[in-house]
């Protein structure tokens, strides 16, 4: 089966490419482009490790099919940071210690960045719905709400 | 035991601009060539795991424009194109005013990444017995709008489901709209999931309970119970009983146990069916004691 042709912006940068019409959007991000910051966990949508954002909302990239992506704008764990200067999620992350393994902190944080894009100034109780639909299995979850919290301070304080 | 593959098999995919286009490829469809999907948060992970056999091509039905309203009208009612996400119907004002079972019901589902790309038409199309919005749409007498070649047509939401993922709709036939009746003013709902985790969790038991009360009298109401029979199902001898009664706590706690004896619940790995059982009857007296205390309010 023949290849197509999709463009689209991926942190902020203009990409056209031939890909496999059945791959999904998170093979196209870390196998294609290989940005293997997003990561692949349950590949059905349950654990939210493959969050990117799409079109300003996030979405699980491992149920998106890669097709989709033509004509999109997104953004994952590696277009947050500007150079060598980490985004304040990432920064709160680091600080917070808002991570043991690391395996779900990329979904954790585009989860984070979803919610504070929208929410400057979120409660526990959002913060806990905003990442409801990522897993942590090493349970830190009391240090990622931190994370999140501090981060949503940090980000008032800038502007 | 199921084989999870993490990658989809080739296939081709598409993506029509119009309805008509997709009718068309349906059409003339032999058996397995195309799949449908909107926001895919079903199908997708079926197709990967093969528990649904791979089409030659896969058909993405967000190409259509113009189908992703969730309009509201004071006479007419409430409608919803089969491409609103679950997350835009959620969280529409209008939805929390007018229709405050279905926001609940649409928040309840799976998480806000599922949220963002699933529809409430592929939830229902989807047709499993726990689908969150499905007791609520019962409560709401929800008439689907379908489309095919032939023309269309309504099927009403009593007759949609047939059997575990299946329904009314002809496989060259789409679901093209969702259709609410205009609620009385004093008509209140509620629905209540019963699940281990509060998010991305199936419910072991969802119960829809959507009544109207005047004059301490029961006027009308319906009960919609889902995960607790092959299809999510109405409480049609509860709601027998409860019309026109007076309200007091042993009319409540009789629909109730009638509610419970209606459902058909199985044993698996997230409740027994004993458990199912029980917790449709406190799960209802619940919806129903809390509409009755919101109307008094």
Redesign the interface.
């Known amino acids: 089966m023949e290849k197509k042709k999709i463009r689209f912006t991926i942190n902020g940068k203009r990409c056209e490419m031939e890909i496999k019409p059945w791959q999904t959007l998170l093979e196209l991000i870390r196998e294609d482009l290989k940005l293997t910051g997003t990561k692949e966990g349950c590949g059905e949508g349950e654990c939210g490790s493959c969050t990117v954002i799409m079109g300003g909302r996030t979405v699980n990239s491992c149920l998106v099919p890669a097709m989709e992506a033509d004509k999109q704008e997104i953004l994952t764990i590696e277009g947050l940071s500007k150079g060598d200067k980490l985004h304040p999620i990432q920064e709160a992350f680091v600080e917070h210690s808002g991570m043991q393994c690391g395996f779900c902190t990329s979904g954790m944080i585009m989860s984070a960045k979803a919610l504070l894009d929208e929410n400057t100034d979120p409660s526990r109780e959002e913060i806990r719905e905003g990442i409801s639909g990522n897993l942590c299995r090493c349970t830190g979850y009391a240090k990622i709400f931190e994370s999140i919290s501090a981060a949503a301070h940090a980000m008032k304080g800038e502007k | 035991m199921v084989v999870?593959y993490?990658?989809?098999?080739?296939?081709?995919?598409m993506?029509p601009e119009s309805i008509e286009e997709v009718l068309d490829l349906l059409a003339e469809e032999e058996t397995g060539r195309y799949k449908i999907y909107a926001g895919?948060?079903d199908v997708?992970?079926k197709i990967?795991?093969r528990v649904m056999s791979p089409p030659q091509i896969?058909i993405?039905l967000?190409g259509i424009k113009g189908l992703d309203y969730v309009d509201y009208d004071k006479k007419e009612g409430l409608r919803i194109g089969a491409l609103a996400s679950v997350?835009s119907v959620a969280e529409s004002w209008i939805v929390k005013e007018k229709y405050p079972i279905l926001s609940q019901a649409s928040d309840s589902i799976?998480?806000?990444?599922?949220r963002?790309?699933a529809t409430i038409a592929g939830n229902i199309c989807n047709a499993v017995p726990s689908a969150d919005s499905a007791p609520a749409l019962l409560t709401l007498d929800a008439e689907l709008k379908c489309v095919s070649k032939r023309g269309e047509r309504t099927i009403v939401i009593n007759d949609f489901f047939k059997a575990p993922g299946a329904t009314g709709l002809e496989p060259h036939e789409i679901l093209k709209e969702i259709y609410f009746p205009a609620l009385n003013e004093n008509t209140k709902g509620i629905y209540i999931k019963l699940s281990p985790r509060?998010?991305?969790d199936l419910a072991v038991v969802g119960v829809a309970v959507l009544g109207t009360v005047e004059n301490g009298l029961i006027k009308s109401v319906r009960i919609g119970l889902g995960a607790v029979a092959p299809v999510p199902i109405r409480a049609l001898n509860a709601e027998a009983l409860l019309a026109g009664s007076k309200i007091d706590d042993q009319i409540i706690n009789d629909a109730a146990k009638t509610a419970a004896l209606e459902s058909k619940p199985i044993d698996d790995h997230r409740a027994s069916a004993e458990y199912r059982r029980m917790m449709v009857e406190v799960l209802v007296r619940r919806g129903l004691k809390n509409i009755i205390t919101n109307q008094f309010l």
């Open positions: 999870f993490r990658r989809m098999p080739k296939m081709d995919y993506r895919g948060t997708i992970p990967k795991k896969l993405d967000k997350r799976a998480s806000i990444q599922v963002n790309r509060s998010r991305m």
